[in-house]
């Protein structure tokens, strides 16, 4: 018995993707594996978490290693990173500025540090021309009300801030560990007496 026309669910087959879009979608899936698993992670698990066959994978990719490099060049890329910088409130106390710096730089490091350890990297990517500039304007605007107590140019502060964030997300260097407001604190006040 034939079913009425009405009853009859046609199943459509999905759009093609671009490839540039299929490699964007497949790269949005795995990111999180990639995130837990590193270079450990199987093509079998990629395809996976892609919700693909491991030929779509390998169509898109060529091989597992290629899917490796892209996914770590999206793992360590900045914009999200600087994106977070532009979203912190502009109307904190300078203390308190420096601080949510030193914090948010913090976990950008460590997470630098655990995508190079997952995937046995000797040093992160060296950054693109012009990198370095776009994160002293993020800080530049940050601080832009606050210039006039600062004893050093606001370039000279990022730097600063940069390095004691950088220090501090090495748990290996310190014996005792330090928090980022204590952090903050030596930066704007120093450790002398007025």
Same mark, same amino acid.
């Given at each position: 018995m034939a079913l009425p026309s009405e009853f009859v669910v046609v199943k459509e087959r999905a759009r093609p993707l671009a490839p540039d879009d299929r490699r964007e979608a497949i790269l949005e899936a795995v990111v999180p594996l990639l995130r837990e698993k590193g270079r450990d992670v199987t093509s079998r698990e990629l395809a996976e978490a892609a919700g693909v066959a491991e030929g779509t994978v390998?169509? /898109?990719?060529?091989?597992?290693?290629? =899917? =490796? &490099? /892209?996914? &770590?060049?999206k793992l360590l890329d900045p914009e999200p990173f600087r994106a977070e910088l532009r979203r912190l409130p502009h109307d904190l106390s300078l203390e308190d500025k420096i601080a949510a710096l030193v914090e948010a730089l913090r976990g950008r490091f460590r997470e630098i540090f655990e995508i190079m350890?997952?995937?046995?990297l000797d040093g992160p990517p060296a950054p693109r021309e012009g990198a370095r500039e776009e994160w002293i304007e993020i800080v530049r605007d940050i601080l832009a009300p606050d210039v006039e107590r600062l004893g050093v140019p606001v370039d000279t502060l990022a730097w600063y801030i940069r390095l004691v964030a950088f220090g501090a997300s090495i748990d290996r260097v310190s014996a005792r560990p330090f928090d980022s407001v204590e952090l903050a604190g030596v930066i704007v006040h120093g450790v002398a007496v007025p």
């Amino acid at each position: 018995m034939a079913l009425p026309s009405e009853f009859v669910v046609v199943k459509e087959r999905a759009r093609p993707l671009a490839p540039d879009d299929r490699r964007e979608a497949i790269l949005e899936a795995v990111v999180p594996l990639l995130r837990e698993k590193g270079r450990d992670v199987t093509s079998r698990e990629l395809a996976e978490a892609a919700g693909v066959a491991e030929g779509t994978v390998f169509r /898109a990719f060529g091989d597992k290693e290629s =899917l =490796l &490099v /892209a996914g &770590v060049t999206k793992l360590l890329d900045p914009e999200p990173f600087r994106a977070e910088l532009r979203r912190l409130p502009h109307d904190l106390s300078l203390e308190d500025k420096i601080a949510a710096l030193v914090e948010a730089l913090r976990g950008r490091f460590r997470e630098i540090f655990e995508i190079m350890r997952l995937f046995q990297l000797d040093g992160p990517p060296a950054p693109r021309e012009g990198a370095r500039e776009e994160w002293i304007e993020i800080v530049r605007d940050i601080l832009a009300p606050d210039v006039e107590r600062l004893g050093v140019p606001v370039d000279t502060l990022a730097w600063y801030i940069r390095l004691v964030a950088f220090g501090a997300s090495i748990d290996r260097v310190s014996a005792r560990p330090f928090d980022s407001v204590e952090l903050a604190g030596v930066i704007v006040h120093g450790v002398a007496v007025p």
